[in-house]
């Protein structure tokens, strides 16, 4: 472990990497997000892209909800959510990002944000390129909480999976980690590891037992993608950075208010035993069943990667 800057740098697999040649990292971003400033979340956005790129960087994942941190609460309505906090592929904070990702050559993973398409809002995750041409990729959250419901959101329908070298991943938001089924069918088109993203002020109940079931249930890695947040200068949560194996042991804890980028050779992430059990073959054939001869259905295999639509 070193520090820069204001930033730690920690490889948690540095006794295993010492004497291999390392072509690539995802980061994850143990960062601060100071809650309703989207002007000081993109200046931390900016510096540990900086950093990133320094550390040979592939992709940083940023932490949950970091334009504007967790702003939902019972009393705000769909229409504020959507004049005030949505972003579009042209909104202003995803435009800036993407700006500095391509000048630094990282690309960059939103893992949750709140997105605006036309009147519908959505949870959405957003992968954007460090390369210039590259699309703007994202996922919509398919399981709301019921706080999300009542406030409005709309549901994705499209399981994702994104790319960095040679592993493929996926994200598991909230209560999406209580449907197992969901995870296994990432794990069926073919994704590596899970990262996981859990709301610091209503976070699902007992969500580190379930975590770590279900790395067990599905036998992959999974990466609990943590953050520091601050309201007006003010600590008010603390979410862990948390690396599961394929049992659901804890390989690496950093639970701590200050940044860092958790350093993750790719190499070390690629899913060794991606063989498919039964029960996920059968949930696979069953949903190809269901929705096979509607118009909204199933749908496998579109531009990058693969994607399993349900309608």
Sequence with gaps: MRTNRVFKIINPFQSETSKHVISSYIAIGHLNVYIRDK???LDVARKSLLLAHENYVDTLILPYMQPYGPILDNNISKSTLRKKYGLSLTSGYLASLSIIAKNYGVNVLLMSTIEKAGSKIYVTAF???GIIGEPIEKYRKIVLSDREKIIGFNKGKTIKKFR???IYYSIVLDDEILYPELAKLNLYLGTDILFV??????????YMSIIKSLALM???KIVLVGGIYYYENKLSYIVPTIILDQRGNVLFKYISDEQALIMLPTQYL?????KIDQETMFIYTLYSRLFRHKKRGVRIGSGKGYTYKIE
């Excluded at 993203?197 to 007992?206: E, L, M, R």
């Excluded at 690629?270 to 991606?274: H, Q």
């Design 39 to 41: 002007r000081n979340n």
């Design 218 to 220: 599905t036998r992959s």
């Design 164 to 166: 960095c070298r040679n």
């Design 270 to 274: 690629i899913r060794e035993n991606k």
């Design 127 to 129: 992968l954007i390129p």
């Design 197 to 206: 993203g859990i709301a610091p002020d209503y976070p699902v109940k007992n």
